[in-house]
């Protein structure tokens, strides 16, 4: 029999339950972290050795994030230099890296930063926000990434891998959540073995909130705020030899539920507090207000392994049966709360989208310092997109307009890597984009359309990068990267005042350096960069002002500069920290650019003499200066399991909401804490925890509708819960 130390058992312990991306490599004298693995330059590699600033989540942090049933925007403010936002609720999330976004709530709006699940590009806004479910990681990449994604990724990738099929053996997990509000939360997985050369893997997730929020105009409680949202994923795998295998997935989402609530005259004149008797759980609106979605999908990722090369197909369908949201935009009634000049209900709805793509690539596996990978992309997108205004008093639709797009787009791409010595490694990469889009409206009932009724806009373009990676010895190398991105043109419906705008294509040149480093023998890990971006003829949104439109315009130029700066490890063997953190400096530069002002908020920008005003100097909408976060895990080695306390923590400086600078419609800074308290046994495979998020119940303004009164939205409330996971 061995007799193991003291310092022995509690490695042994503390390692049964650490998660994969930070779990311990067991030693004989102390932890070590595990190495993280990314694919960032589409190959499977250490996340020290890629030239992006990049940052990966996986297991027990997606866990305690999502534990409470949250959606997509659960990471906003999580990673460095990254936001999200939604003013429609739990669809339709912006996301915005380096500061780097767009404002865009219009069906077919285009965004600078991309979302890929599992290879396939999700390109409308309303696909972005599938749920996060049974997923081996996400991978957030800053800065352009044109070169092997392709589709609209000059701010950068936000990057979602599921868990895979297996053939060695039947086994899965559950987890179910239960919190304030009734708020539930019931995921599962299992993998099967079908045979020696077939595995299928299914996967679930179930969320729900009771309404909460009473409705003080209709004398109804517990009216509003409550969703419910299932989604499911399955998958297949065909591995018939070790050179040859497919994986088939399909993939569905159902949600129903509030959409956004608007909040009229929540905010404090003169000021960007919330107002005096302001209460979350109550509101007073004449309007309806609901939202439901229904999405598929399936994919099909082929490889074949032929010797000297590998080549992949990855092909992607992805397909909106229905989404339509309603809400009181105005935010109240006739009678307030405050002074409302009018009143305001609108939808959106989406009757039907389509997209495919399709890419083949291939890859050397030269054994020599030469390698490279190459491929072509095709993309193809057709949809409808409705807006409509609604009479508050009698809810009759008073207005219809719908608009079509097809969107078609192609590319070549190829990168080349070379090992000029065992220390220092140059890549390179180019790729070649034609885009083009034809859009009508098709539709209009009640609304005079100004100038013409369709429009077609194309264009081509090719993008690169360069970069060079060092390593000063086997535990540090230092990186540098140039690189160019380029976002195709983009159009917004008609207005009864505003006619269908375009956009003009917007092309990135961003500068990066970095440092990676495993510390102390591995039992730290720690990265910095620092980097410089130029945006010409970026596209900007204008929304509302003094009246309820979006239109599209380009600014001149864009600057960005910052520095994103991540570290992790053991204080003690039992004792595991983190801390991360960016500064993200943005400025529109452009003298010529005016904008229409708000209806009611205190402009501090100047105001020409034709009563719009100046946004040159302004940061870029949502770009928050600095993102902090920490992180902490002290674990207690039990005769039967082992006990655990983790907390985390947020911070996000204040944001701008929309391009011209007002007191009012200014987000403060905003800093939210979690704690998870919890015991597993079994060697982790079974886990009971209590946890809260939000813990301070800290109350926050996180954006507004500026054309008629000082509205708002606010962030989620505070949230207590418990969950229990089990594995087999």
Known sequence: MIKLSKMHKRLLALGAVMPIGTALAQTATEPQL???????????????????????????????????????????????????ESSNGRTFPRFYIRGYGNTDFSTFASQPVSLIYDDVVQENGILKGFP???????????GPQGTLFGRNTPAGVVKFESAKPSLEKMEGYYSLSWASHNTTNLEAAVNV??????????????????????????????????????????????????????????????TDGSARLFRANAIKKGTNDLADGYDFTKINTNGLNFQNLRTNGAGARLSWDLGAVKLFSITGYEAIDNYYTRGDIDGGTPTGPGFIPFQVQTAGSVPELKQYSQEFRVESKNAGPLNWQ??????????????????????????????HQNNTAYAAFGSVTYDV?????????????????????????????????????SKNKANWDLSGTYKINKDVSAYGRVATGFRAPSIAAASASVPITVADAETITSFEAGVKADLFNRRARASLSVFNYDVKNQQLTVVGGNSNVTKLINAAKTAGRGVEGEIEGFLTPDFKVSLSGSYNFTEIKDPSLYVAKCAQCTIT?????????????????????????????YNWPLAEGNLFVLTDWSYRSKINFFLY?????????????????????????????????NITNTERLIGGIDFNNLTGFVNEPRQFGVQFRGGF
Do not use: C
């Open 34 to 84: 595990e190495t993280v693995t990314v694919t960032a330059q589409r190959r499977a590699e250490n996340i020290k050795d890629v030239p992006v600033s990049v940052t990966m989540l996986n297991n027990e942090k997606l866990d305690v994030l999502l534990s409470g049933g949250q959606d997509i925007r659960f990471l906003a403010g999580k990673v460095p230099s990254l936001n999200v």
């Open 605 to 633: 920008d100047p105001i020409g003499a034709n009563g719009l005003v100046s946004i040159n100097g302004n940061p870029l909408p949502q770009a928050a200066k600095y993102i902090v976060n920490a992180s902490a895990r």
């Open 193 to 254: 073995p079908l045979s020696s050369e077939w595995a299928m893997r299914v996967a679930t997730l179930r969320q729900h909130r009771d309404d909460f929020v009473d409705n003080t105009f209709t004398k109804q409680t517990d009216a509003l705020e409550g969703y419910n949202e299932h989604a499911e994923r399955v998958q297949f795998l065909y591995k018939p030899s070790t050179t040859f295998n497919a994986l088939f997935n399909v993939h569905a989402r159902s």
């Open 661 to 693: 600078e007002s007191k009012e419609f200014t987000g403060k800074n905003l800093v939210e804490g979690g704690l998870r308290v919890g015991y597993n046994w079994d060697g982790g495979k079974y886990e009971v925890a209590g946890y809260a998020r």
């Open 374 to 403: 190459a491929g072509v992309y095709y993309f193809k997108e057709s949809g409808d997109g409705a807006s409509d205004n609604f009479d508050s008093t009698t809810q009759l639709q008073t207005s219809h307009l719908m608009s």
């Open 421 to 457: 010595s065992s220390e220092f490694t140059v890549r390179g990469g180019v790729r070649y984009t034609h885009d083009e889009k034809d859009f009508r409206t098709v539709e209009s009932w009640n609304v005079t359309q100004i100038g013409p009724k369709s429009v077609d806009v």
């Open 132 to 142: 996060v479910f049974d997923v081996a990681g996400v991978e957030v990449l800053r």
